[in-house]
């Protein structure tokens, strides 16, 4: 079945060169691309049912839990994902197969989430809050065991040059599935009690999640090489010495530490499009719509974009988040007749294409840029380093208590400016 679907989609054609998959396995990367496409599909939707970017603010919003605990979500995601890598990314390395380190995670994300949901039901205001960000942040941390498997088992079982097709497949599919529930919560379910509907986000994600696990598991998986395995004090020892010696690796740590103003900024972009124009549990729809439409419309592009030049993706991506942040600041200056959610989702829409962008430019750029036996490494060293940077952002929400909105928007141009500046320096791989 699935290589009358790879030649439908023409996959068997396009994976030909199948360096450096040992030839052995060869025959098996068209199936393995829809495995992985499919995995991608389901944890894709999952991770939009249950965004704290977008629906996690505003169900916080709808429980009275306070803006503090909303503006916590998206850095300590980032935080409990990024920071453990470097801590299991030498252990990884002693399993030949590793792909039961992103599918057995993925089944500690879906009772995490369940956990969630029973929080939301039985208790209330900051008390919900905190229970909500204590699990996303154990949620996070199963993800970033995932986030250093994943590329590993990406760069076993996909070629390079296909790569970031994969990643722009993954996310198409998702956005086309998130577009779709979106269109439900707007038409559909936009008469439901609250609580009904948000316990209806929860459990899907939870059984996506479940699926996206097994989708992973069903990879064939060509052995790899178990020596060289490290401690955690060692891992970080070898990291570091590789971050001295290596000054590419620098520039990538530093501009995709600065490019993340972009899913930084997602949480308040909602929060100001919420608060301006009033919006109900109908407008969480049209947010949700607009998720799977960028997704959807962009992730082909991005991908074949980043087959090209990842580097070049990462500094077109630092400019497209740029004028977006300046659409916003250009909003909060319309009349107040004029301030309509129809007219600001759009906006959402480009931040989430600009953080799709990001997300799949960074991943192709590293597992193509990385030392095939040092992969995990690179990829967990970076990860924990933003996970820092990340920690340091986690006040970044107090900029608009302390000054203005208009001044946190600034702050992530500069960012981005930033992050330009370090991309444009980095190699072409």
């Known amino acids: 079945m699935s290589k009358k679907l790879a030649a439908l989609l023409n996959l068997e054609v396009e994976l030909r ?125 199963a993800s970033g065991v995932s986030s250093v498997a994943f590329k590993d088992v990406m760069g076993k079982t996909i070629p390079k040059g296909k790569r970031g097709r994969l990643l722009a497949w993954r996310a198409t599919g998702g956005g086309i599935l998130t577009l779709l529930f979106g269109l439900a919560l707007y038409f559909f379910l936009r008469s439901w009690e609250p609580m009904s509907t948000i316990l209806l986000l929860v459990g899907c994600a939870a059984a996506l999640w479940v699926l996206a696990g097994l989708f992973f598991a069903w990879i064939k998986e060509a052995p790899g090489a178990t020596d060289g395995g490290r401690t955690p004090l060692e891992e970080f020892r070898a990291g570091w010495q590789h971050l001295k010696t290596d000054s590419n690796l620098r520039n990538f740590v530093l ?52 087959d090209r030049s990842s580097r070049k ?76 940077f990340t920690l340091l952002t986690a006040g970044i929400g107090f900029i608009a208590e302390w000054f203005n909105t208009e001044v946190l928007l600034l702050f992530f141009i500069g960012m981005l400016l930033i992050s330009l500046f370090w991309t444009y320096r980095l190699k072409e791989v």
């Open 17 to 141: 060169s199948c360096e450096p998959i040992e030839e052995e396995y060869c025959k098996e990367v068209p199936g393995n691309f829809l495995k992985n496409a499919g995995s991608g599909f389901c944890s894709k939707l999952a991770e939009q049912l249950v965004s704290p970017g977008v629906t996690l603010p505003w169900i916080f919003s709808l429980v009275g839990s306070g803006t503090g605990l909303a503006g916590l979500l998206v850095p300590l995601k980032n935080l409990g994902s990024l920071l453990p890598q470097l801590m299991v990314s030498g252990s990884i390395r002693r399993f030949p197969r590793r792909k039961y380190f992103w599918a057995i995670p993925a089944f500690v994300q879906a009772v995490m989430v369940i956990l969630m949901g029973l929080s939301l039901m039985y208790l209330e205001g900051d008390k919900a809050g905190i229970a909500v960000v204590v699990l996303l942040l154990f949620f996070s941390m």
């Open 255 to 306: 501009a995709r530490a600065f490019l993340m103003a972009i899913p930084l900024a997602q949480p308040f972009f909602v929060i100001i499009g919420k608060e301006t124009t009033g919006a109900d549990l109908s407008g969480l729809g049209i947010f949700v719509i607009a998720s799977g439409i960028a997704a959807t419309v962009s992730s082909p592009f991005w991908g074949r974009f980043a």
């Open 313 to 388: 993706l990462m500094m077109a991506i630092a400019l497209f988040g740029i004028i977006n942040c300046g659409l916003v600041l250009g909003f909060m200056y319309l009349s107040s007749a004029s301030q309509s959610l129809y007219l600001f989702a759009p906006l959402i829409l480009l931040n989430m294409m600009a953080h799709g962008g990001a997300r799949l430019s960074r991943k192709t750029y590293l597992t193509d840029f990385a030392p095939e036996r040092e992969r995990p490494l690179y990829i967990a060293l970076s990860n924990t380093l933003i996970g820092i």
